[in-house]
């Protein structure tokens, strides 16, 4: 009787145990559904982002050109050269004179010497026929060099935006892929806690669970940090204030580029603005030199004057009187003056043309290594995509149902969601790269490369802007 009470009183132990067996599987049933769930949003999700409000990397692009101090700071020192060459060919100021000429000292008196007088005068200094001119194209050469400059600081800086907004997408694509699947490992580290309180698990196997849990969550904080600093360098980058949120940025996808390094050497060669900077510093040696061999030329003074003269003591009138002079400096001092200038001047001309070469070298190292990099980081993101990412996210979906019924352990279940998550990280950053890669090589180039295809497509013809953003 007291048996039939207790057992009427808790209920068949088979059938809770069958309760018990059912609500874990239910569990797990529930995770491989959300799993299911995730693949399918990443998917529609894409698709979904599209049709949001992003800023496209060219809204940073136009805002940096458009309001960074250091650019503002070039076109100011343009405009000063611009009127410094004005200012290069101008003559040196006339001297003008007033005096008294041979006055007695023992009289101090005005008309008792015929040669006492009042003088006044003028005088030109005239420096050797082509000095000025060659002065001139001087300081003609820096304002040419100074725009060439302000073109380069403008690659340059279009590159960095670039790489920043790369970078800044990645990560927060990389990041938004981290709160999927730390999702998915909550719904299973729960799943391994009630398969522990029923008996079918181990308590090695929740331990695992969350140390994995909070290891994705050192992951998620890591990665929004870093999106911080993006940010920040981004917006500082385009002069927009350091604070300002960073509104949703475009999807980075895989391209194929159309150029040949001899197609990106010539490019260089015809565009590159540091290049034609360091040209316009080398013809600036050849005039330097030329000024130089001025030095060893006379400079002529011309001069007139007049003399007004008072009446004799007795009442005689005197003329007065006309002077004109030219004089011209003796250049005697050329081993000791000229000479060294002339010979300082054209070693910064062999300066400029050594700065030549090794940009020329530093530039085609860097286009055969961008290419090759590019190639690498394009036919390994496409390895992920094509054939890593499905096989592991198949493995994951068959080591889900393996662990249901019990066939794998804990770890292998872990190990696959780890593979996934991994495998997606490394995509994003393979596709980063290529972006990144291509507008090293841009800054490189000096001028941006539109010959860039999807990889699903066909590869568009190759098209290319100079550094101001401009067509050829």
């Known amino acids: 009787m007291e048996e039939s009470t207790e057992t009427a009183a808790t209920g068949n132990p088979h059938t809770v145990e069958g ?10 049933l529930s995770i491989l559904v959300a799993i299911l769930l995730w693949l399918c949003a990443l998917a529609i999700g894409t698709v979904a982002r599209a049709e949001e409000t992003h800023r496209p990397v060219n809204y940073y692009v136009d805002a940096a050109l458009a309001n960074n101090p250091s650019l503002a700071s070039m076109k100011a020192r343009i405009a000063a050269k611009e009127n410094e060459a004005v200012r290069a060919g101008a003559l040196a100021d006339p001297k003008a004179w007033i005096g008294l000429v041979n006055v007695p000292t023992n009289t101090w008196s005005l008309n008792e010497e015929d040669m006492t007088g009042k003088e006044v005068g003028i ?16 300081v003609v050469q820096e304002k040419e060099q100074a725009e060439f400059e302000l073109a380069e600081m403008r690659n340059v800086l279009r590159a960095d935006v670039k790489m920043a907004y790369a970078e800044l997408s990645t990560v927060r694509a990389q990041t938004e892929v981290v709160r999927q699947v730390r999702a998915i490992l909550e719904q299973i580290v729960e799943v ?13 196997d929740v331990l695992r669970g969350q140390v994995e849990f909070q290891k994705m969550r050192e992951l998620l904080l890591t990665l929004e940090n870093r999106q911080r600093v993006l940010s920040v360098r981004l917006n500082t980058l385009a002069a927009l204030p350091p604070e300002e949120p960073v509104l949703p940025l475009d999807s980075l996808a895989e391209f194929r580029t159309n150029f040949s390094a001899d197609q990106l050497r010539r490019i260089y060669l015809e565009d590159r603005p540091a290049r034609k900077s360091i040209q316009a510093k080398i013809r600036k040696g050849d005039l330097l030199v030329a000024q130089a061999e001025y030095e060893g030329k006379p400079e002529f003074e011309v001069s007139a004057s007049y003399m007004q003269r008072d009446k004799a003591p007795d009442g005689m009138k005197r003329s007065d009187m006309v002077s004109a002079m030219v004089s011209m400096t003796l250049p005697v001092w050329r081993k000791g003056k000229v000479d060294p200038g ?27 290594s961008g290419l090759s990099s590019l190639g690498n980081f394009g036919s390994v993101a496409t390895l992920y995509r094509t054939t890593l990412i499905p096989q592991a996210e198949q ?31 490394e995509y994003l950053g393979m596709v980063g790269e290529m972006h990144t890669t291509k507008a090293r090589l841009e800054a490189a180039v000096g001028r941006e490369l539109d010959g860039a295809a999807p990889n699903s497509g066909e590869m568009a013809p190759p098209n290319a802007k100079n550094s101001n953003g401009e067509g050829r």
């Open 19 to 28: 309760r018990r067996g059912s609500s874990w599987r239910g569990w797990v």
């Open 123 to 138: 005088s030109q200094m005239l420096p050797f026929p082509g000095k000025r001119d060659n002065s001139t194209r001087i």
């Open 192 to 204: 391994s806690r009630e398969m522990f309180a029923v008996g079918k698990g181990s308590q090695a």
């Open 342 to 368: 002339i010979r300082a001047m054209a070693a910064e001309k062999e300066m400029a043309v050594r700065d030549q070469e090794t940009l020329d070298n530093e530039t085609a190292n860097g286009i055969g």
């Open 395 to 425: 493995s994951e979906q068959s080591n889900l149902e393996a662990y249901r019924v019990g066939k794998i352990d804990f770890p292998m279940l872990m190990d696959s969601v780890t593979t996934v998550l991994n495998f997606r990280k």
